[in-house]
């Protein structure tokens, strides 16, 4: 079973540059969460997805923050502009359904430098 | 904002020896679980102990779950260097199963 897939691995970009991650779920997966992950830290909830449909967004700053299921497989995440305080890693990870507990399984993720 | 705390931060340890990590946190929860990290990769889901359980092994794994001190612990027994990564522990939240994780463990095992 293939896994979830992230691109690019790593960016760096200078501040109020715009910047877009990827992620593709593993097949079949109705859920897709994005975390951000902060050095030294454990990663926060930006924003989940059920199918194509945002189920918790609280945690995302949408000033900067967009992101975007279409047909309920792959995601975008976007950052428009970056700030210092961006630099993170940006996970993505996917579960089989939202009721009950299903495991999470984490793509490798982005590395994002801000300059 | 983060529900878990792990402590301790930093722990280093010889092969063979025993690893402890423990968790606390804040409000209630519907399960907690145990990830791993090695540097430079996501999280590998490691084990599930839900809130009416006490205790779960899971090969070299044992997780214990108080939920009246709203703690829990991961052992790790006869430890490996391949062990060497950081190990977070994540509770559900209310909105729908998304996690919270903690800061996390950074566990060091020398040869």
């Known amino acids: 079973e293939a896994g979830v897939a992230q691109s690019p691995r790593y960016k760096i970009i200078e501040k109020r540059q715009s910047v877009a991650f990827w992620c593709n779920p593993i097949?079949?997966?109705?859920?897709l969460y994005w975390y951000q992950q902060i050095l030294g830290q454990g990663p926060k909830l930006l924003i989940q997805?059920?199918?194509?449909?945002?189920?918790?967004d609280s945690q995302l700053p949408k000033d900067r923050f967009s992101a975007e299921r279409l047909k309920g497989v792959d995601s975008t995440l976007k950052i428009q502009p970056a700030k210092l305080e961006d630099s993170a890693v940006y996970l993505c990870?996917?579960?089989?359904?939202?009721?009950?507990?299903?495991?999470?399984?984490f793509g490798p993720g982005t590395r994002l430098t801000v300059l | 904002s983060q529900q878990g705390e792990e402590d301790p931060q930093a722990l280093s340890i010889q092969e063979g020896e025993n690893a402890t990590m423990n968790c606390s946190y804040k409000?209630?929860?519907?399960?907690l679980q145990w990830y791993r990290q090695n540097s430079g990769r996501g999280l590998v889901h490691l084990i599930l102990?839900?809130?009416?359980?006490r205790e779960k092994h899971s090969g070299r794994l044992r997780v214990t779950l108080d939920t009246s001190k709203k703690s829990s612990s991961l052992l790790i027994t006869a430890s490996r260097a391949a062990d060497t990564a950081s190990y977070f522990c994540?509770?559900?939240?209310?909105?729908?199963?998304?996690?919270?994780f903690g800061k996390g463990t950074s566990l060091l095992v020398t040869p």
């Open positions: 990870a996917s579960s089989a359904n939202r009721g009950q507990w299903n495991e999470q399984f």
């Open positions: 097949s079949g997966h109705a859920t």
């Open positions: 997805f059920q199918n194509n449909g945002v189920v918790d």
């Open positions: 409000t209630s929860i519907n399960n």
């Open positions: 102990i839900r809130s009416n359980e």
């Open positions: 994540a509770t559900d939240s209310n909105s729908g199963y998304a996690l919270n």
